[in-house]
């Protein structure tokens, strides 16, 4: 069975510092992972996505991650936060065996100080 | 605006009456899911759809619950007789394609409270 986890439930960080969100997956094949971002009152919104090919990703407003089969990892980075990009994270991990259906983590409160 | 779209935003309803969810997918998409989101959790899927036909029911979380699609379209989630543990914002997205790394497109989702 497939399964995500955050371990941070909530991360504070200035405005102007590095983020670094955490997620490790459990799946037993080439996984496809996802990040998406939900701001309150709004539907998640995807920021970036592995499939196959180059680990590192580049997403939306800045966003990348890099994709580490030997730690089961898929972290989220951003070098320089910006106050609107406090909100939930989630990681997801979905099947490429055919199954069509992703698997979300609890997600990670991300809190951004002046 | 041509993005996911929910109805109603918000719904009270007392325990043991039932409720209707309305999703109106991306008009080219062809996969339909529903999700449920609890506080401090991530989406838990239920079912989804390809066009009219449910793939996936067996996570609805009980007998309670049923999903359509009729026309392909737009779908509704129904959740009869109510009980306070359904309370929960329940997610509509949608995707286009086959492929297991499609990008879904959330809608913002109904929340339920169940007095």
């Known amino acids: 069975a497939q399964s995500v986890t955050q371990p941070d439930i909530h991360i504070t960080v200035s405005e102007g510092a590095s983020l670094e969100l955490r997620c490790n997956y459990s799946y037993g094949a080439t996984p496809y992972l996802f990040w998406y971002v939900q701001s309150p009152g709004q539907g998640l919104q995807l920021l970036l996505k592995?499939?196959?090919?180059?680990?590192l990703v580049q997403g939306i407003k800045g966003f990348e991650a890099e994709f580490k089969r030997s730690q089961s990892s898929f972290n989220l980075r951003k070098p320089s936060v910006h106050w609107s990009d406090a909100a939930e994270y989630f990681c997801a991990v979905g099947g490429s065996g055919g199954s069509y259906i992703p698997t979300f983590g609890r997600g990670t409160s991300l809190i951004v100080h002046p | 605006d041509t993005g996911v779209s929910q109805d109603p935003r918000h719904k009270i309803t007392k325990r043991g009456q039932n409720v209707t969810f309305r999703c109106d997918p991306i008009?080219?998409?062809?996969?339909l899911y529903w999700y449920r989101q609890t506080l401090g959790q991530g989406p838990e899927f239920l079912t989804y759809f390809q066009n009219e036909a449910q793939l996936e029911k067996s996570r609805l979380l009980s007998d309670r619950f049923s999903a359509e699609r009729p026309k392909g379209s737009f779908s509704t989630l129904e959740i009869q007789r109510t009980e306070q543990g359904d309370s929960a914002m329940y997610l509509c997205?949608?995707?286009?394609?086959?492929?297991?790394?499609?990008?879904?497109?959330f809608g913002p989702g109904t929340r339920l409270t169940v007095l």
């Open positions: 008009s080219e998409h062809n996969r």
């Open positions: 997205a949608s995707t286009t394609g086959d492929r297991g790394y499609n990008e879904q497109f």
């Open positions: 592995y499939f196959s090919g180059d680990t």
